[in-house]
């Protein structure tokens, strides 16, 4: 299967937006981690920004920088978010309530519960009524979104942008599951070349175990690592360094192999 | 089931789920209780996923798999599976446990097992000893019904040669409370497309199907023909007034399928009973089918079953194909005259051979499907 990588979307920490962290990607530019700074998307109403929880502030801040690098409109394009984690805030506050007495629960707060929060919310932004949809596989969310919408691309013949998300838990869901930072990343995947073009990814599925892709700087590493939605980072590697290379992603019991060929 | 749709048997009964304090009625499952899942996996042990569990040891389900497992392989069976809440009332339970000083969940708790919505995904693979690809797909109430799109999708790609498809949704206290503080919940068992509606009976269930290449179906092998996907672009709880989400969903269904309105017997409607659903896909159904097609609930019969309305409601529509049956809906008593769609208060035996099924959620997500019958 091959699709063309038309634009990238990224937050994590010390990883501040695309056009800055393929710098460091690309090894010009020493990675310092930092908090990851998330800020609401103007594409919704300002009532709405307001009761975003920041998973889906992350989702559609990488959203959209993918969308404004690839130079597409949202609303004609389909979607695919993944997400291992979802929406820890709003589920931590739900069982709070319903931990109580009282069990006075907030209607906002669980319509912001499900999964697919991000994926309703970047519908009212964009006026995209595309198919969508949201996945969880665990510590393979990435890898899980990856092949779905590079399916969604070749079955369909469309453009189709991927969003990955993770936002730690609050305590004490966190200790349960621990996740190190915030990271999205984005990328709109199209059937053929365009203009704006920059790699193209061949998935294959390898037979046997191979080892994943790592990153040779331990930070990067221990970031890839601690977060599912970073497993993306070797193949942002990729791209950023611009040059020719294979990525191996583990999935669930498998491994498969993403070529990278820019363009 | 397909003798319980005839006859509109309901399985809602007042709603007395662990310490749920709500006048409502519910779908439950009572044999759940006491259920514990496969000693090998107990890590995984929790209400959705003894529910799953209990579902794939029906109709001999699990020896199906099996079967395919020796003809394609296991690597070669994919699992595509949906629900919403997953195992999130093992995390309702473990916050009643918090350590009174510092906060923390009991260290029996385990998040990766029940909570995370890849819980039920990992116990399927495993019950089944599946190694092929998959995942979980989590778009609330249109969760299962999605799940044939990836399974079509990946088999037409060559990333598997069959899917397990399907899911469960077990009841919740935050879907109970939840629903009810929208003001979406029903007093009685609800009642579908009614004058008098009032809301949802949430109930839970589980349904599982097999998919294969269809370029070897038997004759009367259930095909599936078509599927659409769309999103409202409206709000993440209302429905879009018009249907318009709604009527893309179920024209690309059609359109997938190579079919035109007419040719479809039967609609097995998502109709959830609010008034807001209902009337919003009325109008989305008239719009595209007019005033003839046969089209019905079943969830007077089942409740809301959630993130398994999707699976539930496509083996609803197999029923009707296989049985030539188009089920009436239970619990209505008079449609209500602001909808146009020919909505059947009556069970009718007659020869069905293409449904469309919808499945909607919140955050605007619509799927439907078109079932049909290989000559």
């Given at each position: 299967m091959r699709v063309f990588v038309e634009g990238v979307g990224l937050l994590g920490p010390g990883l501040q937006g695309w056009e800055a962290a393929r710098r460091v990607l690309a090894g010009e530019e020493p990675f310092r981690p930092a908090s990851t700074l998330i800020v609401a998307s103007d594409l919704l109403p300002a009532a709405e920004r307001r009761r975003t929880p920041v998973p889906v502030k992350l989702a559609l801040a990488v959203g959209q920088e993918a969308f404004q690098n690839a130079g597409r409109d949202a609303a004609a394009t389909a979607t695919v978010f993944t997400s291992s984690s979802g929406e820890g805030e709003t589920l931590h506050h739900m069982c709070e309530a319903l931990a109580s007495t009282e069990r006075e629960v907030s209607p906002t707060r669980f319509h912001n519960?499900?999964?697919?929060?991000?994926?309703?919310?970047?519908?009212?932004?964009?006026?995209?009524?595309?198919?969508?949809?949201?996945?969880?596989?665990?510590?393979?969310?990435?890898?899980?979104?990856?092949?779905?919408?590079?399916?969604?691309?070749?079955?369909?013949?469309?453009?189709?942008?991927?969003?990955?998300?993770?936002?730690?838990?609050?305590?004490?869901?966190?200790?349960?599951?621990?996740?190190?930072?915030?990271?999205?990343?984005?990328?709109?995947?199209?059937?053929?070349?365009?203009?704006?073009?920059?790699?193209?990814?061949?998935?294959?599925?390898?037979?046997?175990?191979?080892?994943?892709?790592?990153?040779?700087?331990?930070?990067l590493e221990e970031l890839r690592l601690g977060v599912p939605a970073a497993r993306a980072l070797p193949l942002l590697e990729a791209l950023a360094r611009e040059t020719q290379g294979n990525v191996v992603l583990d999935f669930l019991t498998e491994t498969l192999r993403i070529a990278v060929i820019p363009c | 089931m397909h003798r319980a749709l005839r006859e509109k048997r309901s399985g809602l009964t007042p709603c007395d789920f662990e310490t749920a304090r709500i006048d409502t009625y519910a779908g439950k499952v009572?044999?759940?209780?006491?259920?514990?899942?496969?000693?090998?996996?107990?890590?995984?042990?929790?209400?959705?996923?003894?529910?799953?569990?209990?579902?794939?040891?029906?109709?001999?389900?699990?020896?199906?798999?099996?079967?395919?497992?020796d003809r394609h392989g296991a690597g070669r069976i994919g699992f595509y599976l949906g629900t919403s809440t997953s195992g999130l009332h093992a995390t309702e339970l473990a916050y009643r446990r918090r350590d009174p000083k510092t906060g923390a969940l009991p260290a029996d708790y385990r998040y990766a097992e029940t909570q995370n919505a890849y819980s039920l995904g990992e116990f399927v693979r495993r019950y089944l000893g599946l190694t092929g690809p998959g995942f979980v797909v989590s778009s609330a109430c249109s969760s299962t019904a999605k799940a044939?799109?990836?399974?079509?999708?990946?088999?037409?790609?060559?990333?598997?040669?069959?899917?397990?498809?399907?899911?469960?949704?077990?009841?919740?206290?935050?879907?109970?409370?939840?629903?009810?503080?929208?003001?979406?919940?029903?007093?009685?068992?609800?009642?579908?497309?009614?004058?008098?509606?009032?809301?949802?009976?949430?109930?839970?269930?589980?349904?599982?199907?097999?998919?294969?290449?269809?370029?070897?179906?038997?004759?009367?092998?259930?095909?599936?023909?078509?599927?659409?996907?769309?999103?409202?672009?409206?709000?993440?709880?209302?429905?879009?007034?018009?249907?318009?989400?709604?009527?893309?969903?179920?024209?690309?269904?059609?359109?997938?399928?190579?079919?035109?309105?007419?040719?479809?017997?039967?609609?097995?409607?998502?109709?959830?009973?609010?008034?807001?659903?209902?009337?919003?896909?009325?109008?989305?159904?008239?719009?595209?089918?007019?005033?003839?097609?046969?089209?019905?609930?079943?969830?007077?019969?089942?409740?809301?079953?959630?993130?398994?309305?999707g699976i539930t409601e496509a083996i609803v529509s197999i029923l009707a194909i296989e049985h030539g049956l188009m089920p009436g809906s239970a619990n209505t008593r008079s449609v209500d005259p602001a909808l146009k769609s020919n909505y059947l208060l009556d069970s009718r035996n007659e020869e069905v051979t293409h449904v469309l099924t919808n499945s909607f959620g919140f955050g605007g997500s619509n799927c439907s499907l078109v079932l049909g019958v290989a000559q």
């Amino acid at each position: 299967m091959r699709v063309f990588v038309e634009g990238v979307g990224l937050l994590g920490p010390g990883l501040q937006g695309w056009e800055a962290a393929r710098r460091v990607l690309a090894g010009e530019e020493p990675f310092r981690p930092a908090s990851t700074l998330i800020v609401a998307s103007d594409l919704l109403p300002a009532a709405e920004r307001r009761r975003t929880p920041v998973p889906v502030k992350l989702a559609l801040a990488v959203g959209q920088e993918a969308f404004q690098n690839a130079g597409r409109d949202a609303a004609a394009t389909a979607t695919v978010f993944t997400s291992s984690s979802g929406e820890g805030e709003t589920l931590h506050h739900m069982c709070e309530a319903l931990a109580s007495t009282e069990r006075e629960v907030s209607p906002t707060r669980f319509h912001n519960s499900v999964h697919n929060a991000a994926a309703g919310y970047w519908g009212i932004a964009t006026r995209s009524r595309e198919a969508s949809t949201s996945l969880c596989a665990y510590d393979a969310s990435f890898t899980a979104g990856l092949i779905e919408a590079m399916t969604q691309v070749v079955s369909w013949r469309k453009p189709v942008a991927l969003i990955a998300y993770d936002q730690p838990y609050p305590e004490p869901l966190h200790s349960a599951r621990p996740l190190l930072a915030s990271f999205g990343a984005a990328f709109v995947l199209t059937p053929e070349a365009t203009g704006r073009t920059s790699a193209t990814f061949e998935l294959e599925f390898l037979p046997g175990e191979e080892k994943p892709a790592r990153m040779s700087d331990s930070a990067l590493e221990e970031l890839r690592l601690g977060v599912p939605a970073a497993r993306a980072l070797p193949l942002l590697e990729a791209l950023a360094r611009e040059t020719q290379g294979n990525v191996v992603l583990d999935f669930l019991t498998e491994t498969l192999r993403i070529a990278v060929i820019p363009c | 089931m397909h003798r319980a749709l005839r006859e509109k048997r309901s399985g809602l009964t007042p709603c007395d789920f662990e310490t749920a304090r709500i006048d409502t009625y519910a779908g439950k499952v009572p044999a759940l209780d006491d259920l514990r899942v496969r000693r090998d996996l107990l890590d995984y042990d929790c209400r959705n996923n003894r529910l799953a569990q209990l579902c794939l040891e029906q109709d001999g389900f699990a020896g199906q798999v099996a079967a395919a497992r020796d003809r394609h392989g296991a690597g070669r069976i994919g699992f595509y599976l949906g629900t919403s809440t997953s195992g999130l009332h093992a995390t309702e339970l473990a916050y009643r446990r918090r350590d009174p000083k510092t906060g923390a969940l009991p260290a029996d708790y385990r998040y990766a097992e029940t909570q995370n919505a890849y819980s039920l995904g990992e116990f399927v693979r495993r019950y089944l000893g599946l190694t092929g690809p998959g995942f979980v797909v989590s778009s609330a109430c249109s969760s299962t019904a999605k799940a044939f799109g990836n399974a079509a999708r990946m088999i037409t790609a060559g990333i598997c040669d069959a899917a397990v498809v399907g899911g469960a949704d077990s009841l919740c206290l935050m879907t109970l409370y939840g629903f009810h503080s929208l003001g979406l919940t029903s007093r009685g068992p609800c009642r579908p497309f009614d004058a008098d509606r009032d809301g949802i009976s949430i109930g839970e269930g589980a349904g599982f199907a097999l998919i294969e290449k269809a370029d070897r179906a038997e004759s009367g092998a259930i095909l599936l023909l078509g599927v659409g996907e769309s999103s409202d672009a409206y709000h993440m709880s209302t429905p879009h007034p018009e249907g318009l989400g709604a009527r893309i969903a179920m024209q690309q269904a059609l359109d997938s399928a190579g079919l035109q309105p007419a040719d479809i017997d039967y609609i097995n409607l998502h109709g959830t009973a609010t008034k807001t659903n209902d009337a919003s896909e009325d109008k989305a159904v008239f719009e595209i089918f007019g005033p003839e097609t046969p089209c019905s609930s079943t969830k007077g019969a089942t409740g809301h079953l959630l993130g398994a309305a999707g699976i539930t409601e496509a083996i609803v529509s197999i029923l009707a194909i296989e049985h030539g049956l188009m089920p009436g809906s239970a619990n209505t008593r008079s449609v209500d005259p602001a909808l146009k769609s020919n909505y059947l208060l009556d069970s009718r035996n007659e020869e069905v051979t293409h449904v469309l099924t919808n499945s909607f959620g919140f955050g605007g997500s619509n799927c439907s499907l078109v079932l049909g019958v290989a000559q």
